[in-house]
């Protein structure tokens, strides 16, 4: 299979794309927090591409080529505090630019999201009807449990009115307080059993609380990372739709 890899900006997006003439459908990959685009697509990149996929990858808001502060120079308790306006921001690029770029040839899409890359993974299956997979990897659809883990625990210690501004912003993005908001055909989480940044109880709850959801819950030995194990059966999944 030969593999065409193409750079380039849509909208001051910086995009990473990977396609061939046996793609069959769309995905987009969603990096870490601190992460880019190159790296996303190094994970999982070319294992998609061998699924059949056109395999797009950007530089999540505030990240990679666009990056800021508090995420260039990895200032962690700003960098949390503002996570989920990244994960707003880059949901909307994503679909600014499907809309603009692949919406004529693909009718809908799947999306991969990493850890923070989840968070957008999850909140884009509330904002389209185009979405058809979701696949989280060790993160979680529970936004506001993340909150109570301590994501704004050191910002409010000395800026609390900011924090429960921020909580309130968070809750209002969470897909376990609007769960009938979501309209994607299925949804993929893999989480590891000894991931302390965030806990796979937060989506063992949400598919309890949640059965009409068609839902895919799987577990596996590894802390705050992904593996190849995990990496192999997503594909797996993805490839039995």
């Known amino acids: 299979m030969k ?7 849509h909208k001051g997006i910086p995009v990473l794309e990977y396609s061939s003439d046996e793609a069959k459908r769309l995905i987009f990959v969603n990096h870490g927090i601190f992460g880019d685009k ?14 059949g996929y056109h395999v797009v990858a950007i530089d ?10 508090p995420f260039t120079n990895r200032d962690r308790p700003w960098a949390r505090f503002h996570l989920f306006d990244v994960v707003s921001e880059t ?29 957008v993974a999850y909140y884009l299956s509330m ?12 993160s ?6 993340s909150c109570h883990a301590g994501l704004l625990k050191e910002v409010a210690k000395e800026y609390p ?29 893999f989480n590891g059993k000894f991931d302390e940044v965030i806990s796979y ?3 063992k709850r949400f598919k309890e609380n949640n059965p009409a959801i068609n839902m895919i819950f799987e577990l596996f030995d590894t802390e705050h990372k992904i593996n190849q194990e995990m990496v192999d059966r997503a594909v797996k999944h993805l490839q039995n739709q």
């Open 3 to 9: 593999t065409n890899i193409s750079r380039y900006k």
């Open 38 to 51: 190159d790296k996303g697509m190094m994970l999982v990149g070319k294992a998609l591409l061998r699924a």
């Open 60 to 69: 999540a808001s505030r990240h990679g080529e666009r990056g800021e502060v």
């Open 91 to 119: 949901t909307r690029d994503i679909l600014s630019l499907y809309e603009d770029k692949y919406a004529d040839t693909f009718e809908t899409f799947d999306v991969l999201g990493i850890s923070m890359g989840g968070y």
């Open 127 to 138: 904002q389209t009807t185009h979405l058809d997979t979701v696949v989280a990897l060790i």
């Open 140 to 145: 979680s659809p529970d936004f506001s449990a």
């Open 161 to 189: 009115d900011e924090a429960k501004e921020k909580k309130l912003q968070i809750q209002a993005m969470d897909p376990a307080l609007s769960s009938e908001e979501i309209t994607a055909e299925r949804i993929i989480a």
């Open 201 to 203: 109880e937060h989506t």
